[in-house]
């Protein structure tokens, strides 16, 4: 069994900065990749940012250069680093990850850009 527990997101004003973490914890022998996705109302879902475990990561272009993702081996924690956020990030971001062929999501939590 394998959870994955959202952390971070609330509410921020354009151009600011928020960090999501996505903790994993059951019987983890090694997951080898880990996304983020988001989905705005009324949109599907899509995949922002990707990391494998040996570090190398990809962007969707609407974020490259704003959003960083990382990862701690050690603790098995995921985070996905926000800056100079806009309106249209706006969404429920999803932490994701495939463990011996199954698919496992975190709960979800909403991130708001508004003045």
């Known amino acids: 069994q394998v959870q994955l527990v959202q952390s971070g997101g609330g509410l921020v004003q354009p151009g600011g900065s928020l960090r999501l973490s996505c903790a994993v914890s059951?019987?983890?022998?090694?997951?080898?990749?880990m996304d983020w996705y988001r989905q705005a109302p009324g949109k599907q879902r899509e995949l922002v940012a990707g990391?494998?475990?040996?570090?190398?990561?990809n962007y969707v272009d609407s974020v490259k250069g704003r959003f960083t993702i990382s990862r701690n081996i050690a603790n098995n924690t995921m985070y996905l680093q926000m800056n100079s956020l806009k309106p249209e990030d706006t969404a429920v971001y999803y932490c994701?990850?495939?463990?011996?062929?199954?698919?496992?999501w975190g709960q979800g939590t909403q991130v708001t850009v508004s003045s």
């Open positions: 994701h990850t495939v463990y011996f062929s199954k698919d496992y």
């Open positions: 059951g019987s983890i022998f090694k997951i080898y990749a």
């Open positions: 990391i494998t475990r040996g570090g190398s990561s």
